[in-house]
């Protein structure tokens, strides 16, 4: 079993950064890809960003690409989400996945959540 809890969300100016971090307890030893998605109110969740167990590869929504940066330490078992240049329309909860089997943008795939984390840009 894993849980997953996000911290660092907030509200901040456009063109402001956040850093958000998820917290994992994992109760099996497993390599898990760590993901974060977004939804925003009356949206669909949307994927924002993966990265595989072993940090070398990430992936992105186009949105993301360039202001968000995923990032890993599996010795403290937490991932990160850096973002930079926000805009109004990153407001949105943001929640932190894992998936044990590799890193995907599909939601589906991912079978931990955390509760997540508000994130909120004023213009």
């Known amino acids: 079993q894993v849980h997953l809890t996000e911290s660092g969300g907030g509200l901040v100016q456009t063109g402001g950064s956040l850093s958000l971090s998820c917290a994992a307890s994992?109760?099996?030893?497993?390599?898990?890809?760590m993901a974060w998605f977004r939804q925003a109110p009356g949206e669909e969740r949307e994927f924002v960003a993966a990265i595989t167990w072993s940090g070398f590869t990430t992936y992105y929504a186009p949105f993301a690409r360039g202001r968000f940066t995923i990032s890993r330490d599996n010795d403290k078992k937490m991932a990160f989400l850096q973002m930079y240049e926000l805009k109004p329309e990153d407001t949105a909860v943001y929640y932190c996945?894992?998936?044990?089997?590799?890193?995907?943008?599909?939601?589906?795939?991912?079978?931990?959540w955390g509760q997540g984390t508000q994130v909120t840009v004023s213009s």
């Open positions: 994992i109760g099996r030893a497993g390599s898990y890809g």
């Open positions: 996945a894992a998936h044990d089997g590799g890193a995907t943008m599909n939601d589906d795939d991912y079978e931990y």
